[in-house]
């Protein structure tokens, strides 16, 4: 189980996120592995022995860029974002997409299962949230915690079916920059690399209504070896487009 150290600074918010999502609370900073931090600055991934920290940000950094300077062309071909579709992000990990998606106007439902992951990333949001830059981009994305292939149905009934569900399982990330590796690597230390595939591909061709888009390195592998009805593909990633089980007619 992930634990979490709560500086004194911490947010009192914090306590509260630690129950939410079953964390440990530590009374000394951990002397091995991954473990979250947690001070005036919000929640951040540490891992011991080590000065780094990763944080979910959708303010500053690659999102503000993203955000100010464009970006995201092929996510929003891939899931055809002028037809105002409604996304379910069925791995929504530190948020990326789901902030990207929801950037072109989109109202996301993101899923994520690992505790620590979705402590991180409801943190980021919640900071985004006060910040006029992103208040009303954060607004569109909906948090669930849990197993997706369990929670989509529940809340497909609940709701509805949603025109698109959007996969982002991890695989090796093969960028150069130091900042990004290591960031994967706690992440990956944190979560590790192995996902039910089948049990994301079928559980998503089962309540999409239009399509159903899959996140993969440009020279990757299928997910689950299923090949999909079409492609786009950029220069180090593409998107697989599959055809849900019972398509509506887009």
Not at 11 to 25: P, Y
Not at 66 to 84: C, D, P, Q, Y
Request: proline share 5%; net charge neutral; glycine share 8%.
């Amino acid at each position: 189980m992930t634990c979490i150290y709560l500086a004194e600074s911490a947010q009192t918010s914090a306590n509260e996120l630690a129950h939410t999502f079953d964390l440990t609370i530590a009374c000394q900073l951990p002397d091995s592995s991954e473990y979250l931090y947690a001070d005036s600055d919000g929640i951040s991934l540490c891992r011991a022995g080590e000065k780094g920290r990763v944080q979910v940000d959708f303010v500053g950094g690659a999102a503000q860029y993203r955000r100010t300077k464009g970006g995201g062309e092929l996510i929003a071909k891939a899931v055809n974002h002028t037809s105002k579709p409604t996304i379910w992000d069925g791995t929504g990990g530190l948020g990326r997409d789901s902030f990207v998606l929801a950037s072109l106007g989109l109202t996301v439902q993101t899923f994520e299962q690992h505790p620590a992951v979705a402590c991180l990333l409801h943190d980021g949001l919640n900071r985004a949230l006060q910040h006029p830059d992103t208040a009303e981009i954060a607004r569109r994305i909906t948090l669930h915690f849990g197993d997706t292939a369990t929670l989509m149905p529940q809340l497909a009934q609940q709701i509805g079916r949603p025109d698109v569900v959007y996969l982002d399982p991890m695989y090796p990330e093969r960028q150069k920059s130091a900042a990004v590796k290591k960031e994967m690597a706690y992440f990956h230390g944190l979560v590790g690399t192995a996902q039910d595939e089948a049990a994301l591909l079928n559980t998503a061709r089962a309540i999409a209504k239009k399509r159903v888009v899959v996140k993969r390195p440009r020279l990757g592998e299928f997910l689950n070896g299923e090949k999909p009805a079409y492609q786009y593909s950029g220069k180090s990633t593409r998107f697989d487009a599959y055809v849900p089980n019972s398509p509506t007619q887009e």
